[in-house]
T-cell receptor, first 116, second 115 residues
Framework: AQSVTQLDSHVSVSEGTPVLLRCNYS??????LFWYVQHPNKGLQLLLK??????LVKGINGFEAEFKKSETSFHLTKPSAHMSDAAEYFC??????????????FGKGTTLSVSS | DAGVIQSPRHEVTEMGQEVTLRCKPI?????LFWYRQTMMRGLELLIY????????DSGMPEDRFSAKMPNASFSTLKIQPSEPRDSAVYFC?????????????FGDGTRLSIL
């Protein structure tokens, strides 16, 4: 069975400092992994995805994530936080190899606060 | 290009009334998902369709909830009768049907308040 755990429910950083949002996953098969961001009163927007190509994945808005199979982790990072990065972030796992469309498993989310 | 379109954006109604939420997926996408988001339970998958056929409705909370997808460009989620505990933000998402490695694209949601 697949699952995803976001290790921090809330992360606070200062503008201009690095961001690290941690995610661990569990999957019986080769997983696809995603990070989504949700700004207030908006839907979820895809930041980046990993689907078995390069283990370091670059996304939008300067975010990137590294797939580490040995650690079953897919942490999200950004070198320098902007005020506009304040939002809710979701780590998501999906099992590949299933030829039918399949549902995604969402983590409980991490709220990122950015102070000036 | 247009994303996933949901209507209405906000709905306020009294308990016992029927509520219908609507979704237009991205053209060409053949999987559609309905989610509910609350502070207490986070994001929950209610039901999803592949090629207009319901695949998994195990997340639908009660028989008061029903969802249909009469064609590839339209889906509805209906609550009848509605109750205050149904108050939440309901999201629709769509994706290509491709073995689970396709991302889902979300609409902006319907914020539902049942008084």
């Amino acid at each position: 069975a697949q699952s995803v755990t976001q290790l921090d429910s809330h992360v606070s950083v200062s503008e201009g400092t690095p961001v690290l949002l941690r995610c661990n996953y569990s999957s019986s098969y080769s997983p696809s992994l995603f990070w989504y961001v949700q700004h207030p009163n908006k839907g979820l927007q895809l930041l980046l995805k990993y689907t078995s190509a390069a283990t370091l994945v670059k996304g939008i808005n300067g975010f990137e994530a590294e797939f580490k199979k040995s650690e079953t982790s897919f942490h999200l990072t950004k070198p320098s936080a902007h005020m506009s990065d304040a939002a809710e972030y979701f780590c998501v796992v999906s099992e590949r190899g299933n030829q039918a469309g399949t549902a995604l498993i969402f983590g409980k989310g991490t709220t990122l606060s950015v102070s000036s | 290009d247009a994303g996933v379109i949901q209507s209405p954006r906000h709905e306020v109604t009294e308990m016992g009334q029927e509520v219908t939420l609507r979704c237009k997926p991205i053209s060409g996408h053949n999987s559609l998902f309905w989610y509910r988001q609350t502070m207490m339970r986070g994001l929950e998958l209610l039901i999803y369709f592949n090629n207009n056929v319901p695949i998994d409705d195990s997340g639908m909370p009660e028989d008061r909830f029903s969802a249909k997808m009469p064609n590839a460009s339209f889906s509805t989620l209906k609550i009848q009768p509605s109750e205050p505990r149904d108050s939440a933000v309901y999201f629709c998402a769509s994706s290509l049907l491709a073995g689970g490695n396709q991302p889902q694209h979300f609409g902006d949601g319907t914020r539902l308040s049942i008084l």
